[in-house]
Every structure is written in structure tokens, then in C-alpha cells.
């Protein structure tokens, strides 16, 4: 009897080692591509191999009844459709099992939704210019988008639960439509808060960064109080911790990669809504090496 009780505990142990709150979960890197001309192409992004997520930014005009208009930088120019030369770079990526969104919103550009009716067409043009809907003019091509990213920081802040519940019901029509989105750190975020809470997100990656109260700043404490406030109150599938690839990258927050991968990663893979780190940019990882020096801890 004892020595059955021993037998007991002894799995019930190496149970919760190995499933219990204990265990570290393992993650990915998500990153934005496209607002810089010299960080490479999408193909060269995605065999890095680094990657497990890719944000195409930004399509930064859009809504309040206006003729929407995607900005690549000095990747290519929508207006004279030569950005069409990435739909088989996309479908390259996607073969490599990674997942590729557009980005919508971004820091500079004109955005709102007006309405629900607003919100409703934004969702019919972007199915049918870049998930699986028919439109003459895609400015990406023939390939199919995994989803479609919420980086809202301007304009109104109303409506965008909308845009996610339409978006989200294409996937009735066949290829399932995957969410992400980029709210700052300081809950509830002003634009994407009531979007988050509809529950329909897939991946939330984050901003620990320009946002002084949560992020790293020398200490770890407000970055880990923040982070367990994202992964116990926000109904999101995984949330991930964005970052500037470096110091250049973002006014304030970036974190020395040693930092990262020995003081914070070992706290926040606790979590089982871990899904990874996000880097803003491209551009900025291929200049500082930062997603090299951390993915073996990722
Ligand atoms: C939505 O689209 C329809 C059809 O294209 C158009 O008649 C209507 O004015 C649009 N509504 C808004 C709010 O842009
Ligand atoms: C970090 O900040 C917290 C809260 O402000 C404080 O209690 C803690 O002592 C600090 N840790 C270090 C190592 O300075």
C-alpha cells in the first residue's frame, strides 16, 4: 500500500513536470516585412529559416469610404502593380510552412472605420483583394494570404471588433482566415481592446516597446507583470513578446539579447499562451543578428 501510494505521487510528479505549469513551451518568431527597400527580399526573409510568422506592412489606407492604397516602401510600387512580382515569393514562404498576413494600419497613413457598413466593406475587399476571394486587381498577385493583421494605432478607435468578426467569417468559404494583431502594451489598448475580446485572434504579438510602464527598462518587473496580465485576461489563441530587432528600431525598449533569452524568455514560456517573439522589422534584424542570437531559446 505504501509502496503504491510512493508509486502514485512518483508519476503524479513526473506528470506535472512534464505537463504541468512547469513545462516551457516552445515558440516562434514572428516578423514585419516591408517598410524598408534594403532589408531583402520575402524570399530571402523566409529561408532564413528564422522565421515562423510574416507580416506584410503596411496596407495604410483603407475605410471612411476611401480607395485603399498599400504602401511597400522601396520593395515596389502598387500604383504601377509591380508589387505582383511577391505573389510566388508569398507562396515560396508558405511552402516553408510559414504563415504570411498582411498587415493593415501601421504608424503613419489614413484609417477609420466609420461603421459597421464600413466595416463590412473593408472586410469584402480585403477577401477579395488578398485572402480567397476574385478581384482584378490584386496588388500581390494570385497567392492566397494566411490572414490579416490589426496594427491600429490612429485614427478612430471604433469598430475593428466588426472588421475581425466579417474577416474571420470567410473562413467559412474554404482556407481558414487567421487574425493577428499589434496592440501596445498598456490594457485595455485604446484602438484594438473590444477586437481582442471577441476572442478571435490567433496571434497577438505585443508592443513591449515605446511604452514605458510595461516594458523593459533595465528591470524586468513591469515587462513580466504586463505579460501575465496579456496571458490571464485576453481571450487570444497565443500571444507573442514584440520587440525592436534594435535599439534603432523603436524609441525606447529594446533588450540586450542576453537578457532576453537568460532572464525573461525562461519567465514567460510558462505561459501556455506563449507563441513566440515578435521583431519590428525586417530591416533591423538583418542589420543586428538579433533573431540569430535568440531562436535556440525561443
Ligand atoms: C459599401 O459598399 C457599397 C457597395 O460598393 C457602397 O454602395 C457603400 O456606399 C459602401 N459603404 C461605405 C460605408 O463605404
Ligand atoms: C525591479 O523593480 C521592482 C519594482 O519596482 C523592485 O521591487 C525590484 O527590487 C527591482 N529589481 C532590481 C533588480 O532592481
Not at 505582383?84 to 497613413?109: M, N, P
Not at 487567421?178 to 498598456?186: F, I
Amino acid at each position: 500500500m505504501a509502496q503504491n501510494s510512493h508509486t502514485m505521487l512518483s508519476l503524479t510528479l513526473l506528470f506535472l513536470t512534464f505537463f504541468g505549469t512547469s513545462h516551457a513551451h516552445a515558440g516562434g518568431i514572428a516578423i514585419y516585412w516591408g517598410q524598408n527597400g534594403n532589408e531583402g527580399t520575402l524570399s530571402e526573409a523566409c529561408a532564413t529559416k528564422k522565421y515562423t510568422h510574416v507580416n506584410i506592412a503596411f496596407l495604410n489606407k483603407f475605410g471612411n469610404g476611401q480607395t485603399p492604397e498599400m504602401n511597400l516602401a522601396g520593395h515596389c510600387n502598387p500604383s504601377t502593380n509591380s508589387c505582383t512580382k511577391f505573389s510566388s515569393e508569398i507562396k515560396d514562404c508558405q511552402s516553408k510552412g510559414i504563415k504570411v498576413l498582411l498587415s493593415i494600419g501601421g504608424g503613419i497613413g489614413s484609417y477609420s472605420l466609420a461603421s459597421i457598413e464600413d466595416a463590412k466593406n473593408v472586410s469584402t475587399f480585403l477577401y477579395n483583394t488578398f485572402l480567397g476571394g476574385k478581384s482584378s486587381s490584386r496588388p500581390l498577385g494570385d497567392a492566397i494570404l494566411d490572414g490579416i493583421d490589426f496594427d491600429i494605432e490612429l485614427g478612430s478607435t471604433q469598430n475593428w471588433q466588426y472588421l475581425a468578426r466579417f474577416l474571420k467569417g470567410y473562413s467559412r468559404f474554404g482556407k481558414k482566415v487567421y487574425l493577428g494583431a499589434a496592440p501596445q502594451c498598456p490594457i485595455p489598448d485604446k484602438f484594438l481592446g473590444s477586437a481582442l475580446n471577441t476572442g478571435l485572434f490567433d496571434f497577438v504579438w505585443v508592443q513591449f516597446y515605446n511604452n514605458p510602464p510595461c516594458q523593459y527598462n533595465g528591470n524586468i518587473t513591469n515587462l513580466v507583470n504586463s505579460w501575465n496580465k496579456w496571458t490571464t485576461n485576453i481571450p487570444a489563441r497565443k500571444i507573442f513578446l514584440g520587440l525592436p530587432a534594435a535599439t534603432e528600431a523603436a524609441g525606447s525598449g529594446f533588450i540586450p539579447a542576453n537578457v532576453l533569452t537568460s532572464e525573461i524568455l525562461p519567465i514567460i514560456k510558462k505561459s501556455r499562451k506563449y507563441g513566440g517573439v515578435m521583431l519590428w522589422s525586417r530591416f533591423y534584424d538583418v542589420q543586428n543578428g538579433y533573431s540569430t542570437s535568440i531562436i535556440g531559446s525561443v
